[in-house]
């Protein structure tokens, strides 16, 4: 069950708090509704307990708050807004994704694909969706880990009539289970129809927290709809009949044609309707508004002794099978017997103002239909639920990550300008001259900071951690994306190996195209190829790890790119000036006083790699990315402890 105790969010410089003091529970086997208008705090109530807000108030999920979870998405099944989704990823492929981040079976992704109804959308991208579609992939998003509790907002927002009965059928069918549902939504309709519990919310603040049965009684009017070409001359009998009867009876002129007759019945109007020869188009019976925030069209008038005109809310007025209007009633037979079946809740209503012996008493208050999850549609069941969790293992963020870089085609477009870039680069370099062998194959001028394969490695590497913030995939359960070691090793890894190939690749390309332009002597191998390769390497991953660990603390991938340029531009110039002062010594001979110290001799002549990398980091570049990789790191290390300690 969920336990709000005291929300309150904060507030907006001289506005008041969106949400103040507000406390409700909401119980498991039972499906609980927000109900309020838009504006009246039912989102921020939401990101209040999901501690996506800052404010005052607890909220326990089965008696822990949600940051005492150890895995949150396997408790709490979170829709809120739109798919937090690249719009270049499949729908299979952002579930299978997923599915490696919650640590669930591969296979979880078509189970939920095909409750949910879109096994034939699954190759279709993220941002072709419609709105319908969207709110489907959200509730598959929400299912993924067979959560107990399921936190919806607007779930039923974009869908039709008959996609809105599934919804409801598959929420039913979760709490029929064992599990707690919480949804949101402006209509009062909807919410004494599928729901167990209404919370009723405005301006912030609690007004109501009833079961469905009372609610309906106590908060929604009954009342008669009517369609005449002569509904003004219709209304002036009708407050004629009741002031000559005494009766209470409200008649609110909608749209021209349409009355809404609340206090009185089918029957009596039809009959007064008959007796004049009046033409009627509609008659129905329907649930009305809240009738307290209301806009009135035309108030006709309302009639008794002491009787008072209330307003009226002007609703969504459902075309029952009682319709009799002049089009075709052919048109929308489907559609009527489908609102008919779905939507017609007979719920009574105790008059304001008590009747005479003259006139029938009202209809006594009953709870509204609750539907089953196997009348309202076939695709109501739930996913299988998952027996066995796995463990925990340290190849999950590794697997999140690779299904996260292969799921979209920028790295493969940004890896193949990089080549094409650097080909046309060494070619001019070629063309021109007076260029180092090892920069011409490296497609590096001595005017550009860095060479085009070190870029776009850093440009990688700041995708892999700005994407997430931009499209938080690993924020699917709380909206925010944490800064987990264990993520971060499986970003540089990826990182790591994604430059190595990008460094490998450029460096092939650009030899291949000079021989095959201008011969062999443009494309031969330096003497000291061994050193200067380790060094190209070091350069090329140096920079992807500095944009992963920048966007990492920055939350952007701008911010990434950003500090892989600042390595060259601003740091460079600094070590240079650090070295060239006379006081600062090098550090040669160090292998072999570490040998001297150690007395121990290396094996396979360890001491040439070791004095390899020395000389390597000593250089001004090498000297530079240290320096910034140990800042990021330290960075990074810092606000993971300081997330933990808030």
């Known amino acids: 069950m969920i336990q709000a105790v005291g929300l309150t969010s904060n507030p907006r410089k001289a ?37 996506l807000q800052q404010g005052r108030g607890l909220t326990y999920f089965r008696g822990r708050p949600l940051h005492r979870i150890a895995h949150p998405s396997r408790e709490v099944g979170v829709l809120l807004g739109d798919v937090p989704g690249h719009p270049s990823r499949t729908v299979r492929g952002h579930l299978r994704m997923l599915c490696a981040a919650t640590g669930v079976p591969v296979r979880r992704a078509d189970e939920v694909l095909e409750v949910v109804g879109l096994v034939s959308l699954r190759d279709e991208r993220l941002g072709t969706l419609s709105r319908g579609m969207d709110r489907r992939l959200g ?36 709490a029929d289970q064992g599990g707690t549902v919480l949804t949101t939504t402006t209509d009062p309709k909807e919410a004494a129809r599928t729901a167990d519990q209404v919370v009723t919310l405005k301006e912030g603040r609690l007004v109501a927290d009833q079961d469905a049965a009372d609610f309906a009684r106590t908060r929604l009017r009954p009342r008669v709809a009517v369609r005449s070409p002569h509904a003004a001359r219709l209304a002036a009998l009708l407050t ?11 008649v609110v002129q909608e749209d021209g044609n349409r009355l809404s007759v609340y206090g009185s019945t089918c029957a009596h109007v039809g009959e007064a309707a008959f007796r004049h020869g009046i033409l009627i188009h509609q008659l129905a019976d329907e649930t009305g508004d809240m009738g307290s925030d209301a806009v009135v069209m035309a108030a006709v008038g309302v009639v008794g002794a002491g009787a008072r005109v209330e307003a009226s809310a002007t609703a969504d007025c459902t075309e029952s ?21 779905a939507e017609t809740v007979e719920v009574g209503s105790e008059a304001e103002v008590e009747r005479p012996d003259t006139t029938p008493p009202p209809a006594p208050a009953q709870s509204p239909p609750l539907p089953s999850p196997r009348a309202a549609d076939a695709l109501s069941a739930l996913p299988p639920p998952i027996s066995v969790r796995s463990a925990p293992s340290p190849l999950r963020p590794l697997r999140y990550e ?41 497609a590096w001028p001595a005017q550009l900071p860095l060479p085009p394969a070190a870029l776009g490695a850093g440009l990688l590497g700041a995708l892999a951690f700005g994407d997430e913030f931009r499209h938080p995939a690993l924020a699917a ?44 002597e443009f494309a031969k191998v330096p003497g000291d190829w061994l050193a200067l390769t380790a060094s190209w390497f070091g350069l090329v991953v140096g920079c992807a790890w500095a944009g992963v660990l920048a966007a990492g603390v920055f939350r952007s991938t701008t911010a990434g790119l950003a500090a892989v340029l600042a390595v060259p531009v601003a740091v460079v110039p600094l070590v240079q000036a650090a070295a060239g002062n006379t006081s600062v010594r090098t550090a040669a001979g160090l292998s072999v006083r570490l040998r001297e110290v150690l007395l121990v001799q290396w094996p396979f002549g360890g001491e040439r790699y070791l004095s390899a990398a020395v000389r390597l980091v000593a250089q ?24 933990r300690v808030r």
């Open 620 to 643: 001004p570049v090498g000297w530079a990315l240290a320096l910034s990789l140990t800042t990021l790191l330290c960075a990074y290390l810092f606000t993971t402890l300081r997330s």
């Open 321 to 341: 099978d009682t319709d009799t209007d002049t089009d075709d009633p052919f048109d929308n037979l489907a559609e009527a017997e489908a609102e008919a079946e």
């Open 477 to 520: 359960d709380r909206g925010t994306v944490p800064r987990r070691l264990g993520m971060l090793t499986a970003k540089l890894v990826v990182a790591a190996f994604t430059a190595l190939l990008l460094a490998f690749l450029t460096m092939g390309c650009n030899a291949e195209v000079l021989y095959l332009l201008y011969g062999r």
């Open 402 to 442: 690779l299904r996260r870089a292969a799921g979209i085609s920028t790295g493969f477009l940004t890896g193949a300008a990089v080549l094409v870039v650097s080909a046309l680069t060494a070619v001019l370099l070629a063309r021109v001259g007076h260029t180092p062998q090892a920069r011409l194959l490296a």
């Open 15 to 51: 506005l008041p708090p969106a949400v103040d003091d507000v406390s409700f529970e909401a119980r498991a086997g039972r499906v609980t509704v927000l109900l309020g208008a838009s504006g009246a705090g039912k989102t921020t109530v939401l990101r209040l307990m999901l501690e």
């Open 139 to 174: 509730l598959a998003c929400a299912l993924l880990a067979d959560p107990h509790t399921l936190v919806l907002d607007a779930p039923a927002d974009g869908l039709s009539s008959r996609e809105n009965r599934w919804l409801h059928g598959m929420l039913r069918a979760h």
């Open 240 to 250: 004629k009949e009741a002031r000559t009867a005494h009766c209470s009876v409200e």
